[in-house]
């Protein structure tokens, strides 16, 4: 890319039929509902997209049915996160060579208790920086590793193509402040997740996009751009309108919220998630309607 990215990044829910299959079309049609919202770019096969249930086959299935039905409308990031490095490697590889603008890949673990330690992520985020595309790092909770600002600045000065880093543990802002600091120039894209409920503390701390679900994108984009053009004002206004689904999301539904809205607007024909995941009860499900209804999301009606 010639230009940073920034704006809003979201992730691409994966549907599936209500037999559990990957619904092909329903995967192209959250895309065109994605890019309606005006996103800055597409994030595939991410935890959000429940990348954890899919098997090999579906994951590239599903990654050239999304490069090829985006075709460049808008920059396609490509999550690729694996504990052995020889497969994140080849993840890369592929995705760049079917014209992904970014790789998003999390530090090496498998369970709580399996885990890299410094020097193994350093060469695992070498070995993918080898392969020339972009890559995002992913600092979340999930993975039950700490990655210190250190090491993160580290890979970003010493690795040309690692300069994206999402910071999702708790005290967000204050790391993406620490990190931009140790890291400078080097950091190219200071990133807020867990779906914009940090997102005015971690634009404060020097933040240049979010990454969220794909639930209300064309409310919470303004956020940043409004804060980036330095009208906070504006930008505080817009977020005290979003935060009560932001929070609902986040606290309540999870994955599940995107995928919901998206099936009652009629993007897609389903809300299925894989097992062991469960779908949310009735009373959780109303809530989240209805706080999408009252922002009258695009979502909710693109398929009607």
Known sequence: MTQPL???LPVAPTPFHADGRVDEEGMRRVLDCLIDQGVDAICILANY?????LSDEERATLMKISLEHVAGRVPV?????????GIVVERAKAAKEMGAAMVMMMPPYHGAALKGDDTGIYEQFAAVNEVGIDVMVQDAPLSGVTLSVPLLAKMAKDL???????????????????LIEAGGDNILGPWDGEEAVTLLADLDA???ATMTSGLQCEHIRPIV???????????LAQWGKCLPLINHENRQCGLRACKTVFMEGGVIGSDHVRH?????????????????????????????
């Open 77 to 85: 990031i490509v999550t690729i996160s694996h504990f052995y490095t």
């Open 160 to 178: 040309e193509y690692v300069s994206y880093f999402k910071i999702e543990c708790p005290f967000a802002a204050d790391k993406l402040a620490a």
């Open 6 to 8: 920034t704006g809003i």
């Open 49 to 53: 997209s429940e990348q954890f249930v």
């Open 206 to 208: 020097g933040a240049t």
């Open 276 to 304: 062991p995941l469960k779908p949310m009860s009735q009373r959780t499900k109303d809530r989240l309607l209805s706080l999408s209804r009252e922002l009258d999301l695009i979502a909710m009606k693109w398929g009607k």
């Open 225 to 235: 751009t409004n804060y980036l053009a330095g009208d906070k004002d504006a930008a």
